[in-house]
Structures are given as structure tokens and as C-alpha cells.
DNA sequence: AACAAAATGAGGTACGCACCTCATTTTTTG
DNA sequence: CAAAAAATGAGGTGCGTACCTCATTTTGTT
């Protein structure tokens, strides 16, 4: 005999198949005492629902939508990508994805969209944005509303977010510093630090993984107060070029956020005399040229095949209310050098 | 009008569904002419068989052999708890996953095995075994039967394998040359290497990129002849005493196979003296012990659960003759420090 | 006990596909 | 041109589930 199925349990629980049914899909007119004994026969008999059968007979596809900055970001271009070609090849799976863009800085704007994500029947919405308190209230309300959500790259905690597709950026951050401290050939060099990033928890919480971590177990490296680029190309190369002025003897430039193109152009001039350790995050092909071409050391990265892909069969576990395997969905901090591109 | 089905199909293509559905099926009794004018219709309605249906109908079973070797050996352990795993929870998957065990270096043996599995009905295999000339050909003889087939962790290139889980293991190698130039201090150290694999080939392919990576970079580096450990503790904790007495000024351990667990403790009373920089491979709970307790700087990896489950991916496309997603199925080499864990 | 309300049963249809049978049509062959 | 062979059509059943309708039974209330 195959796998039980639902004919199984009517028989087993001594009911008809309606019952059966009413009690699966959480239907009401039965009673608790025949709610009761269904159940028990499902467990007796270790019934486990066909799920591919259940959406076949309901015609049910999966809606999601997945809210991302919009402004040009590399890294978010290529999660963007990666959710396409999940979303394409996944039309098999029944699933139906769109895409949605939001001003990262206008937490007004934000809110707008989920308002019209929440009235638009989604089942699941991923989100990547700046944890602000109105973006916050937004999340909860899809929650009452039986949305799921997943926050996607930068934590929500306190949003009621179902759950977190993303690394940890402490211990991001920490191996950075970790890299960064074990490549040093000088004990007692200066680093510099560049900040930007468009979520500034992110970019919080790098820094204070990467600044333990050297106070822990580097601690004759000097790090520097860091600089901040704003995504503003020129800014940065002025910045720049007066870090490597007043500090000659920078031995490492620690890069949190995104803007890195900016920055490694800014750095070329001083990486001759100085011959920094350089160390950056996010794999975006402007990190792989650099890797290549010898112009960085190190890239702190997640892979975005992964963050899309885990993002959609969680929220898929969510809306089935299935167990998730959590190995499967941790998202690793990689590191990635040229060897191993 | 949703997704096109087979009605669809017979109507623009003006048969009937007995037709379709002989033409989809591969089933005989068509003329070309008919069956051209369907796969006409076929894509020009951009017609995607509805994959879970047909398995419905047809209560398909994926049935996959996991052949890998015994003995003791964490990595391959841990490798079958996440084939374990993914199989547990691919039982609504339509998964049958068996696992076999070969004595690694008996290739008559591996034979039987694979002589047995072909006459099981099994519609794909999972190998990992060294290269012999006895598996490829009967890997051929799996494949004359259609059964599908793909290499893991080691590489079966001349056996007609259809794909290969597992990573490049010369790009593995330089990883962890790079890794080892980077964190030395001593520009003229010395490496000492300590081989022994259950697959000779990826032994060899990872001291020959770890030796091209510290020839090609870090030329001042002297990389002693490699030691062989055979698995053998007490021979392991002889050959390094050795070792370390006649060079005392090694300033690197680079582990190329398993036994990393005799080898840490062999090396554990020249630690303090040399304090070398120590890699290894594969995060086995042995390693990642030795990480959290710095007794060991970097360990190159690969994600099990990864490979296990892309094993699983890969079989199941080959058997739906679908294409796979490849930058999903590429097994990345993990650096992982203390940091990243 | 009589009645309304609630619970349950019986049975059907649909989802998209696989697989089967048996007639009927078309093509090939001698 | 007739007979044999091949190709096609028409229709049905089942996979495991969802969802629906309408009787019928059981329960609770007064």
C-alpha cells in the first residue's frame, strides 16, 4: 500500500470524505470531537498531504512581491537579476512574482507601496529597506492581514517579520576584520574605513563586528574614523586622496557599503607607494573585475542566487504553513578571492 | 485564458488528444508530418507540461542509488546525514533515495555494486569513487541502460557521467595557496604538506593548484615535499615529530585530504614554538572545533547540504530531460575562518 | 416530545496529465 | 484495386486533492 491518503483517513477516523476535508482545510460545521479523531488518524497514520495534488485541484499560484530600492546599486541590480531568472524558471512552480521599487531614504513612500501591496491579494511579500518605524507599522499591518513577510538583506527584527533572508552583518563585519588582521605584513598599520551603504544598519553593524574583532585580536592596528561617501563619486576621491595625505603609512582600506567603483578608482594612485590591503563587500561585477585585476584582496559577499531563491521557498513554506529546513536557508558570508571567483 | 494545456495543444494543432499525447509521451504510432504539426502548436502557445500533474498521474517515483564510500571518514559522514536529510524531507517530493556503501579502494567491489544497482530499476546514480578504469565502464554500461548519473565530490570525466557535483579542486587548492601566502609573515616560510585522500585525484589536483598559486605569488615560500599520513594515526603523529625536528622553521601546515583529526593533534605541541599558519579541508565538526579553538586558521569547503541537495537537483532534471538552473548547481570552495562559521 | 440548528454523509466535478481500449480513417503494399 | 498495415480519433479511468450541493442524521433547546 502507496502513501495514505485522504480516502485512508475517512476510513481509519470512521468518517466520510467530506469531513475529512472540512477538517484538513480548517472548514467549520464539525464538531471538536470528530476534529479530534481525523486528526488522530492522520498521525496514525503518518499522513502527509500531497501538495503538488492540493495546488493542481485549487489552480493555485503562489503571488509574491518583492520590494527592492530602486537607484543604481550594483549589488541590488544583481539580486534583481537573480530574482528574474528564479521567477522565470520557477513558472513551473506556480509561482508569481513582481518586482517592486521604493526610494530607500522616503519611508512615506515606502509605506505606499506595501498599502497597495496589502490590498492587492499577494500571499507573501519579501522586502529590502532601511528599518524605520513607519516602514515597521506597514509590515505589521500585512501581518494582520495574513501576509507573509520576509525581511531581505537588512533585518526587520521588530517588524513581526516571518523571517530574515540574509548574514548576520556582525559577523560580516567581523571577518572582514578578521581578513583584514590576519593580511596585515605590519602589526602596527592604519586602516581606513569607508562607509556608505543604503541601509545604514548594514553598514552599523559591519563596523562593529569589524572593530571588535581588530580591538580583540589585532589590537596594535590603528583603525581609522571613518569616511563617509555618500555615494558621491567625487566626494569620495577627495576624501580619499586626504586620508592617504595625512596618513602615508595606511597599510589596509576596509570598504562597508556599496559605491565600491568610486572608491577602488580613488584608491588606485596610493595602492603603488602603499600597497593597501583592500577589502570590500558584495560580489557585483565591478568587485569580480577587481578581483581579477589584483586591484582588491578580499570580497565579503552573499550569494544572490541564494538570497532570491531561499526568499521565494520560504515564503512558499510560510503560505503552506510547512517546516522550513534551515540549513537550506542560511545565507553564508563568503569570502571570495580571486581563486576562488 | 491561463497557462495552455493539452486541450489546447490538439486544438490548434487540429488533432485530437490521443495524438498530443502520443507525441509527448515519445509513444509510437505517429507520422513526422503529425508530429511536427504539434510541437508546432507546442511552441507557438509556449506550452510547458505541467511537470507535477504528469507525476501525479502517473505516480512517479524518483528513484536515486547514492553510492559513496565507508569507512570512517567525517566528511563523507556528514555528507550522508545531509543526503539523510534531504531525502526525509523530499518524501512529498516524490524522492526514493538509497544510499550504498563501497570499500573505496576496491574497484571489483564498486562494480558489484553498480552492476546491482543497474538491475534495480533505479532511474539515476550518485557516485563518489575513485577514478578506475573497472567504475568507468561500468558507469557506461549505467548509462547504455539510461540511467542517469552524475560524479560527486570527485570527478569521473572519461566515464560519461552527466554532471559533476562538487568543486574544481585545483581552483581549491590555489584558494588555500593564496590563503597560506597571504597569511604568512615570514616571506621565506617554510609549507610543510600533509596528503592522504580517499580520492587520490582530488589530492593531486589540490597540490598542484596550491603549488602553482604559492610558485606563481609567493616564490620565496619553500614548500616541503608532501607527507603521506594514510589515515594511520600513529604514522601521522611520527612524520610530523620528524618533520617539525628537522625543519624547525616551518611557518605553514597545509592539509590536502581527511585524517585532519590525528594531524591537529600531531601538531598541537609545535604550536606554540612555530605558531604556523594552519589550512585544511572540509568542514567536518572535527575542523570546525579547531577553528572556534584557533587551532587552525582557514578551512576550504564545500557546503554538503549543498552538494547533497544539488545531487538530488541535478538527477531529477536529467531524468525530466528539463534544463537546470546551472549557477544554482555550481559548488562554490568555502573559505571559513573563525569568523564566518 | 417537537423542533430548529448543527453536523455529517453521499456524491459529483474539476485540476492537468498519463495511459488504455477500440473503432474508424488513412496510407501503404502487393 | 483490394487487403493489410499504419495512423488517428473518441472516449474513458485514475492520480490525490479541493470545493460544492443536497439529503440525512445527530444534537441541543424549549
Redesign the pocket.
Known sequence: M?????????KT??????????V??A?????????D?VNEAIDSLG?????S????????VYRFAFVLPEGPDQFVETLRASLQEAAANGQSDRLGIKQYRIPPRDPHAIVGVLQRIGNSHYEGVAIMAPETPEVRDAILRLKEQGIAVVALVSDLPTSGRDWFVGTNNIAAGRTAGQLMGQFQKDPNGKILVVSSSMLARDAIERRLGFDKVIAERFPDLNVLPSLEGHGDTERIARIIKRAFELNPDISGVYSIGSGNKSLLEAIEPFRIANSPIIIGHELTPTMRKALIQDNIDAVITQNVGHLARSAIRVLKAKCDNAKLLESQERIRIEIVLRENL
Open positions: 502507496g502513501k495514505p491518503t485522504v480516502h485512508d483517513i475517512a477516523a470512521g468518517v466520510s470524505l467530506a469531513t475529512v476535508d472540512r484538513l482545510n472548514r467549520p460545521g464539525v464538531r471538536q470531537k470528530t476534529i479523531r499522513y502527509i498531504r500531497d501538495l495534488a492540493a495546488n493542481l485541484a485549487r489552480q493555485r
